[in-house]
């Protein structure tokens, strides 16, 4: 939980072997995946409400991808 008109910054990182070429986030939307955009980061200078809700991030590699979620409550 964050208090509205925080800063946050989601993070996503892996170990993975080999390294991750990239990662991909998303959001839940009315149960569809929406992308956001691509980076380990995710930045809201200024949370509001509109915010709360699942977020994903993708790692892939040459290999496949894995995804972990977290949940932004404000």
Same mark, same amino acid.
């Given at each position: 939980? &964050?208090?509205?008109?925080?800063?946050?910054?989601?993070?996503? *990182?892996?170990?993975?072997?080999?390294? &991750?070429?990239?990662?991909?986030?998303? @959001?839940?939307?009315?149960? %569809?995946?929406?992308?956001? %955009?691509?980076?380990?980061?995710?930045?809201?200078? @200024?949370?509001?409400?509109?915010? @709360?809700?699942?977020?994903?991030?993708?790692? %892939?590699?040459?290999?496949? *991808?894995?995804?972990? *979620?977290?949940?932004?409550?404000?």
């Amino acid at each position: 939980s &964050v208090l509205e008109g925080s800063l946050v910054t989601l993070i996503c *990182s892996s170990d993975a072997n080999p390294a &991750v070429l990239s990662y991909t986030w998303s @959001r839940e939307s009315e149960g %569809q995946l929406e992308q956001l %955009q691509t980076g380990d980061t995710l930045t809201f200078n @200024r949370t509001d409400l509109k915010h @709360r809700g699942w977020y994903h991030c993708t790692a %892939q590699n040459q290999h496949g *991808s894995h995804n972990s *979620s977290v949940m932004l409550d404000i």
